[in-house]
């Protein structure tokens, strides 16, 4: 899932400046899942903004609105519909969300509500991790299930670097973290060897193909069954 962290209220309220008429528009799927942009979200953004505004005396017509997926095109009608009316459009979906809404609304302003962080796993209650770069060439397979991309402060491919100290990454002794960063390389090895696959580790990665990454522009898929 996409996690998300919805600005501050004053940097909203900055971007709004000027606009009597928004239209507050969530997305229901991943940022509701982070507590960033649901229905619920949008309704509590929408209160404070007006409390906001009303402080310092503007009259501001907020209106709410909330999509399954705002980066669905066909799931914009009804967004793109309600934003007729307004001045602006304040989108509280991860960055591909908004641009999808942007793209349909090409004469109306539309601004992020959120900051969109990185692609994460629900890890309990509240907390949510970066386990995934989305670099386009995996190596899950070989690592036991583990990113060192993403996991292994270095991007290491072939690690460990013989940095750790006491199954910790080196990068705790640079500056405080909390809580500290273990050493992707040595969960690798655990895993694998509680898989009994330590031979894998004698596979050398191959240069990673960073072209199938973001190295090379914005990245599109195409369904094979849509090719002409």
Not at 146 to 163: D, E, F, M, Q, Y
Request: glycine residues 10%; charged residues 25%; aromatic residues 4%.
């Amino acid at each position: 899932m996409i996690v998300g962290t919805r600005k501050p209220l004053a940097e909203i309220q900055d971007m709004l400046k000027g606009f009597d008429r928004i239209l507050l528009s969530g997305c229901d799927t991943c940022v509701a899942e982070c507590v960033a942009g649901g229905r619920k979200e949008v309704a509590e953004l929408a209160a404070a903004l007006r409390m906001a505004f009303q402080m310092a005396g503007r009259e501001v017509d907020i209106r709410e609105n909330s999509v399954d997926r705002q980066c669905i095109h066909e799931f914009l009608l009804d967004v793109v519909e309600q934003a007729e009316s307004a001045q602006a459009v304040l989108s509280l979906a991860c960055g591909a969300g908004v641009q999808a809404l942007a793209a349909h609304l090409p004469e109306i302003p539309v601004f992020p509500a959120l900051n969109t962080l990185f692609i994460g796993e629900t890890a309990e209650r509240g907390l949510w991790l970066e386990n995934c770069r989305g670099c386009g060439d995996c190596l899950l397979g070989l690592t036991g299930g583990i990113c060192p991309v993403t996991r292994c402060a270095k991007s290491l491919l072939n690690g460990p670097c013989g940095g750790p100290k006491n199954g910790l990454c080196e990068i705790n002794l640079a500056r405080e973290f909390n809580p500290e960063v273990p050493c992707a390389w040595l969960q690798i090895y655990e895993r694998l060897m509680a898989l009994g696959q330590l031979d894998r580790l004698m596979q050398v990665a191959r240069p990673k193909d960073w072209s199938q990454g973001d190295a090379g522009g914005p990245r599109r898929v195409l369904r094979p069954d849509q090719r002409p």
